[in-house]
């Protein structure tokens, strides 16, 4: 089955940085997109970024352009969220996120909390 598991949260002070991992299984990880998600508290889910099978970036959010990058590791069936100058309205669960045959498959996501 289709197995999502990330890692790298915890706390960071502000001007920080941390790089996320998720570690994918059950399917043909090189051939799919790869997406990280993010929620803060009493806000909606929102994309930060995805990156395409072939490497081509979309992003998201306006608030991180410049500061986080995407990439993959298809190797490892793994995909990374480098995230730098990191600010307190960071602060949220960072999701990863995969379509795969018809069906929406999220991590359990891991959380991110930026403060001094």
């Known amino acids: 089955q289709v197995q999502l598991v990330e890692s790298g949260g915890g706390l960071v002070q502000p001007g920080g940085s941390l790089r996320l991992s998720c570690a994918a299984s059950?399917?043909?990880?090189?051939?799919?997109?790869m997406s990280w998600y993010r929620q803060a508290p009493g806000k909606k889910r929102e994309l930060v970024a995805a990156i395409s099978s072939s490497g081509e970036i979309t992003n998201g959010a306006d608030s991180v352009k410049g500061r986080f990058t995407i990439s993959r590791g298809n190797a490892k069936n793994t995909v990374y969220l480098q995230m730098n100058s990191l600010k307190p309205e960071d602060t949220a669960v960072y999701y990863c996120?995969?379509?795969?045959?018809?069906?929406?498959?999220w991590g359990q996501g891991t959380q991110v909390t930026v403060s001094s």
């Open positions: 059950g399917f043909t990880f090189s051939t799919d997109t």
């Open positions: 996120y995969a379509r795969w045959a018809g069906y929406n498959y």
